[in-house]
Each structure stands twice: as C-alpha cells, then as structure tokens.
C-alpha cells in the first residue's frame, strides 16, 4: 500500500508566497520522477512542475522564476515554493510520485490553492 499526503495549500493575496508538500509513504521501493499538477475549475489538470531522483527538474512555463521544485529523498518528500502568486494560480494542486514496484503512477487527494485579494 502506497499513500501520498499533501499539504500547505490555503488562501494567499496575490505578490504573496506557499510552500506545499508531499510525502510518500508505504511499500516503496525506488521513487523515480515526483511532481505537482494543477487542476482549475473548468480547466484540464497540466504539470506545473517535476523532478526526477537525480534532480533534474521541469516547469510549465506559466510558473518559471516563481515557482521552485525540490526532492528530499531520504525523506520520500518533494516541496513547491511558490512566489509571486497570481489569481491564475488558483487550482486544487495535485501531488503526483511514479515509483516501484510496477513503475506506477500514484496520487494525492489535492490541496486549494487560492489566490485572491
């Protein structure tokens, strides 16, 4: 059994900062890529960001220079700092880990993020 918890979402003006995580726990036995994914209301979910075990990491474009991903292994835990936010950041942020056994795909529950003055 895998579980993925995320946490750190609320309300923020805009111009303001969140720092959200994950962690994955259970029966795991390598954690290749984690990533953040975003779904607005209305919207298609789209990757905001990734990184790989090695550390290589991916932005959309909408989010390069605000946003930071970070990977700590020992911990099984990757982290969003979030800056500048804009309303257009608003969505549920949906932590994602693809890992062994299987090379699967596993996903958290979804934290708000909300963006408003």
């Known amino acids: 059994q895998v579980r993925i918890a995320e946490s750190g979402g609320g309300l923020v003006q805009p111009g303001g900062s969140l720092r959200l995580s994950c962690a994955a726990s259970g029966s795991i036995f390598t954690i290749y890529t984690m990533g953040w994914y975003r779904q607005a209301p209305g919207k298609q979910r789209e990757l905001v960001a990734a990184i790989t075990s090695g550390g290589s990491t991916n932005y959309a474009d909408s989010v390069k220079g605000r946003f930071t991903i970070s990977r700590d292994n020992a911990k099984n835990t990757v982290y969003l700092q979030m800056n500048s936010l804009k309303p257009e950041d608003t969505a549920v942020y949906y932590c994602?880990?693809?890992?062994?056994?299987?090379?699967?795909?596993?996903w958290g529950q979804g934290t708000q993020v909300t963006v408003s003055s």
């Open positions: 994602n880990a693809n890992l062994d056994p299987g090379h699967v795909d596993y």
